[in-house]
């Protein structure tokens, strides 16, 4: 499938992402190693991956690290255009 990239970036952005939704401390070392390596190309990718960094920060009470994950990840899905970020970023936005 073309739009299915299968590497170890993407992986540990998939596992962070589950970690962060069950609000799992293990998180932010998965999505900060997936950050280091994501694609600059792949947009709507960083944008959900710094939404499931801003909900690990909160996990964790550190609302000014969630708060500058938020702003860059609103940037990203306005310029993609993403509606579904778009509304995940007002909700983390409404926990800070």
């Not at 778009?86 to 800070?96: A, G, P, W």
Request: hydrophobic share 40%; aromatic share 6%.
């Amino acid at each position: 499938m073309l739009s299915i990239f299968l590497n170890g970036g993407h992986l540990a952005r998939w596992r962070g992402n589950a970690l962060a939704l069950l609000g799992d401390g293990d998180a932010l070392s998965s999505l900060y190693e997936a950050l280091d390596s994501v694609d600059p190309t792949f947009i709507r990718a960083t944008s959900g991956l710094r939404c499931d960094l801003a909900q690990a920060h909160l996990a964790r009470e550190e609302h000014a690290e969630a708060q500058v994950h938020l702003q860059q990840a609103r940037l990203l899905a306005n310029r993609n255009g993403s509606v579904r970020y778009r509304r995940r970023i007002e909700q983390l936005t409404q926990k800070l």
